[in-house]
């Protein structure tokens, strides 16, 4: 198996796509934040230190998909035609689900930014939590969904 983001002598570039179709291409991840339940009671009812908290992370995971090519060294910028970010109370781990969907119209997809996305939303809770809880953990980041391009998923 070859890898695109090597030459021939392993060196790092960035993949060619300028023989690729341009195409609608579309992708969703997903990821948690564990925490306890006293932290998730703060959060429901507006008391954490540091303010709206939800809100914020959200926020914070769009800017996020927006900035991902200046992030991983070899993704190429896009112009983004949709972020959305929606982190839901989830009262049986306790903590929250992270969703983010990314789409545009390139020649190139949209998972890195989804994982973005979802992955600074994450630590934007974190941090904005840690004062009050030092048990927490982000987990199963991954993509869910990705469609445009050769495969869809």
């Known amino acids: 198996m070859s890898l695109s983001h090597l030459d021939e002598t392993g060196r790092a570039r960035m993949v060619d796509v300028s023989d690729k179709a341009v195409t609608a291409r579309i992708a969703k991840a997903q990821g948690k934040l564990v925490c306890a339940t006293e ?3 703060l959060v429901i009812e507006g008391r954490t230190p540091k303010g709206a908290v939800i809100s914020t992370a959200e ?7 927006k900035q991902t090519s200046n992030l991983i ?16 109370v989830n009262h049986d781990l306790p903590g929250f689900d992270i969703t983010a969907e990314v789409k545009t119209t390139s020649q190139t ?3 890195m930014e989804a994982l973005t996305a979802v992955s600074v939303a994450g630590l934007t809770l974190y941090d904005m939590l840690k004062a009050v809880d030092k048990t927490m953990r ?5 993509v869910t969904a990705k469609s445009g391009g050769k495969s869809d998923w």
């Open 109 to 111: 997809g949209v998972e």
């Open 138 to 142: 982000i987990e199963g980041i991954e």
């Open 73 to 88: 060294p070899l993704c190429h910028p896009l112009a983004l035609s949709k972020v959305a970010v929606v982190i839901a």
């Open 39 to 41: 932290t998730l009671a």
């Open 59 to 65: 926020l914070a995971g769009i800017m996020a998909a």
